[in-house]
């Protein structure tokens, strides 16, 4: 765990992202609706956490997704997107409060699939065709060097959980958290990583950090990096405009509006967990052939490369 992926880049696509883009079906409201380890997750199919292996094993409810095999015998020589199951809280009893249900499966499988394809179609980086999707608890946890999390606000760790996590983070292993919105699931997100690792306070990092410009440069205001959520998206917002409506037309919550990317450091300095807040940059993975005007303003020119931007970042560092 100490030692992360060593990944060598070669083929970058600079010249802009020339995705070939599907056509798909849209998806209805998510809700959670089973008991116990049943959810229902976007597009009304209802899982069952306990079972879950594969983001592949879960039919798409976007776009499709594109499938791609590697060289038999090398399974542990890719990148795996590991995405991971938790427990959300009740939380308070807010306005925020009809955005509870929202769990860890928002964008699932989609997103994890799509970035994953484009993460090999655009690098080097060979990619594991299946992504995961694991439990803290899980046995393997230690055998994929990055975790992902999304809509953490609520995210509730038991203690086991907590230990599990504190020894991966402080072994080598690096965390994504995305797409949580406004103040109040942030002091819930950051109260649960306070937890997990005590004492360690958050940096603002802007886009002057090597993880806006190691692949894809991305140095510009940080307004112009927020993706919103598509069925939300405001396309008359101009971001350098004070006057123009806002980016969204949904309210997520007190201290929404601008984006921010923090980091946990370890003490050499390096990122253990970043966290975007205020930004559904999944979206721009998981949504990416259902509106092209979407796609080239989001997908395309923002969350495909920051996500790279990260995987290279966190796996170097």
């Not at 959810?39 to 594109?66: C, F, K, M, P, Y």
């Not at 993460?119 to 999707?133: E, G, H, K, N, W």
């Not at 038991?158 to 942030?186: C, H, P, Q, T």
Request: proline share 5%; hydrophobic share 40%; with cysteine.
């Amino acid at each position: 765990m100490r030692a992360r992926l060593v990944i060598l880049m070669s083929a970058f696509l600079l010249a802009g992202l020339c995705f070939a883009q599907s056509r798909g079906r849209g998806a209805g409201t998510p809700r959670v609706v089973g008991s116990g380890n049943l959810v229902q997750i976007e597009g009304g199919l209802v899982v069952n956490e306990d079972e879950l292996r594969t983001a592949r094993e879960t039919a798409s409810h976007a776009s499709g997704n594109a499938n791609w095999t590697n060289t038999a015998g090398f399974d542990w020589d890719s990148f795996v997107f590991a995405r991971v199951i938790f427990k959300s809280g009740p939380g308070s009893a807010s306005g925020r409060g009809r955005m509870r249900w929202l769990g860890w499966w928002v964008d699932y499988p989609d997103a994890d699939l799509n970035f994953s394809f484009r993460l090999q179609q655009m690098t080097s980086i060979r990619t594991d065709p299946d992504a995961r999707v694991l439990k803290l608890t899980d046995p393997m946890l230690t055998r994929y060097p990055m975790l992902y999390m999304e809509h953490a606000g609520y995210m509730h760790l038991s203690d086991g959980e907590v230990a599990i996590l504190r020894k991966y983070l402080l072994n080598g292993g690096a965390m994504l958290v995305n797409d949580f919105w406004g103040a109040e699931e942030w002091e819930g997100f950051a109260g649960e990583l306070a937890r997990v690792l005590p004492g360690r306070n958050w940096t603002d990092l802007t886009t002057d950090h090597p993880v806006f410009h190691n692949v894809f440069d991305l140095r510009r205001p940080m307004k112009r990096l927020q993706v919103p959520t598509i069925q939300f998206w405001n396309p008359d917002h101009d971001p350098d405009d004070p006057r123009s409506p806002p980016l969204q037309r949904v309210f997520r919550g007190e201290g929404s509006e601008e984006m921010h990317v923090r980091a946990l450091l370890d003490d050499h300095q390096r990122i253990i967990v970043l966290a975007i807040h205020n930004s559904d940059v999944s979206d721009g993975w998981e949504r990416e052939g259902q509106n092209e005007e979407y796609f080239q303003k989001f997908s395309e020119k923002i969350a495909y490369p920051l996500g790279v931007n990260i995987v290279v970042h966190l796996m170097t560092h």
